[in-house]
T-cell receptor, first 113, second 115 residues
Framework: GDSVTQMEGPVTLSEEAFLTINCTYT??????LFWYVQYPGEGLQLLLK???ADDKGSNKGFEATYRKETTSFHLEKGSVQVSDSAVYFC????????????WGAGTKLIIKP | GAGVSQSPSNKVTEKGKDVELRCDPI?????LYWYRQSLGQGLEFLIY????????KSGLPSDRFSAERTGGSVSTLTIQRTQQEDSAVYLC?????????????FGPGTRLTVL
């Protein structure tokens, strides 16, 4: 069945470091791919999305490219800030099941000043 | 405009009691989803509504769980005879329509604790 696998956390980086959080997926059909973020004490927010192969989603300095050949959607940011500390979830929607979201386990990111 | 709202934000109940969780989606959004976020299971789909009908109840974990949506807007998730394993954060999301490209917007969740 459809699934999302993302790197386990926590990931701890210093401020201004380069960030990569890996996400790979298996899916039937042609899903859209999403990164959601959950800041401490807050709800899930959409960070970025890509709806077809080779699309690049971007927001707040984060980027991710929909790679169909490697079934990946890795999240990257060139220079992280303390305020980026949060839990990041990779997800896909299931075209054969009313587009319900299938989630990765989440990666906790800790940025130290 | 207003986002998705959920109430209560926290609910503590005793094992065996019934609970009702409410979701108020973004106005005009026809699709509504319930998910559960628990420590052992991560995020999992529970049920989907299109308008008032629930064509997909495949994620409901047992027949103690039910949900309805009235007037194509507010939805209520009911858990009967709660068990400790029901403890989780229950999340509601809505989207403008059911499509591959649409975004689901989430409410803040209801944290349910079953003692």
């Amino acid at each position: 069945g459809d699934s999302v696998t993302q790197m386990e956390g926590p990931v701890t980086l210093s401020e201004e470091a380069f960030l990569t959080i890996n996400c790979t997926y298996t899916a039937t059909g042609y899903p859209s791919l999403f990164w959601y973020v959950q800041y401490p004490g807050e709800g899930l927010q959409l960070l970025l999305k890509a709806t077809k192969a080779d699309d690049k989603g971007s927001n707040k300095g984060f980027e991710a490219t929909y790679r169909k050949e490697t079934t990946s959607f890795h999240l990257e940011k060139g220079s992280v800030q303390v305020s980026d500390s949060a839990v990041y979830f990779c997800a896909l929607n299931r075209p054969d099941s009313n587009y319900q979201l299938i989630w990765g386990a989440g990666t906790k990111l800790i940025i130290k000043p | 405009g207003a986002g998705v709202s959920q109430s209560p934000s926290n609910k503590v109940t005793e094992k065996g009691k019934d609970v009702e969780l409410r979701c108020d989606p973004i106005s005009g959004h026809t699709a509504l989803y319930w998910y559960r976020q628990s420590l052992g299971q991560g995020l999992e789909f529970l049920i989907y509504f299109q308008g008032n009908s629930a064509p997909d109840k495949s994620g409901l974990p047992s027949d103690r769980f039910s949900a309805e949506r009235t007037g194509g807007s507010v939805s209520t998730l009911t858990i009967q005879r709660t068990q400790q394993e029901d403890s989780a954060v229950y999340l509601c999301a809505s989207s403008l329509e059911t499509s591959r490209t649409d975004t689901q917007y989430f409410g803040p969740g209801t944290r349910l604790t079953v003692l």
